[in-house]
């Protein structure tokens, strides 16, 4: 299917959405690649490489408010990520070994319960450190995630809100986090032989259009506040939520 204005907008509306919350992206990407055409199992191994692209550009954006302290910085933590790794590892397995949309289907109203603890917490700035054992479960399920659908960058974004991260902090530990993920998730689909040479041409080709609406998306983010963008953020955990629950009842 060739690609009309309406796909190239909802295109520049992932890199906004991506931009703006650091995540979000495959929310309206996958819909993309489905009306171009191509199949579930095409879907990852073409959004990959825009993750890396993207993560890298706002990870030296934020860079200048990443501590070394495993603490705050609970990506670097060593439980979360040998937890992260072997989590990424089963997902990957699991792929193509089970039917996936029930287990989505529960991720999305998981989600919608946990947005009521979010909401809460809009107005709270001050950072309540991760404990080792919340560190090894986060590590783990968002593993998993990487491995099934790259949604690891919802559940990173729940565990921060929930951990009352400020905004540049919270963009700061997410790319760091998705950056980790990234190079794990690379190597296990490259292990695999995902990854084919038309899907890297179409990655190049929604690229150049994903940076149209990433660039708006930050330039967006950069001048609302903590309380603003946790409120734009929560909407948007919503909106995806919503989105996976009415394709699997529509679309099953």
């Known amino acids: 299917m060739e690609v009309t204005l309406v796909l190239i907008l909802l295109v520049i509306l992932a890199g906004i959405i991506k931009g703006f919350t650091g995540f979000g992206l495959s929310l309206v990407l996958m819909f993309v690649l489905f009306e171009m055409g191509y199949s579930s199992n095409e879907f990852l191994p073409i959004i990959v490489p825009l993750f890396v692209v993207l993560d890298l550009i706002l990870y030296f ?19 979360t990520l040998m ?25 999305a109203f998981s989600v919608l319960i946990l947005l009521f603890f979010l909401v809460q917490k809009i107005d709270v700035h001050h950072i309540k450190i991760p404990t080792e054992k919340e560190n090894g479960f986060f590590g783990f399920f968002s593993g998993i995630l990487t491995g099934l659908f790259t949604l690891n960058g919802i559940l990173a974004t729940i565990y921060m809100m929930y951990h009352q991260y400020p905004k540049e902090k919270y963009l700061a530990n997410m790319v760091t986090f998705l950056l980790i993920s990234d190079i794990i998730l690379i190597a296990v689909y490259l292990f695999k032989g995902l990854f084919t040479i038309s899907g890297l ?52």
């Open 201 to 252: 041409i179409t990655s190049f080709q929604l690229l150049i259009m994903v940076m149209i609406g990433f660039g708006l998306g930050i330039y967006l983010r950069r001048y609302v506040s903590s309380k603003t963008f946790k409120i734009v953020t929560i909407v948007i955990l919503l909106i995806n939520s919503l989105k996976i629950i009415f394709d699997f009842f529509w679309f099953k």
């Open 61 to 79: 954006e934020h860079r200048k408010h990443l501590k070394l302290d495993f603490k705050e910085n609970f990506t670097l933590h060593p439980t």
């Open 83 to 107: 937890t992260l790794f072997l989590g990424v590892l089963l997902g990957a397995y699991l792929i193509d070994k089970i039917d996936t949309s029930y287990m989505l289907l529960l991720f």
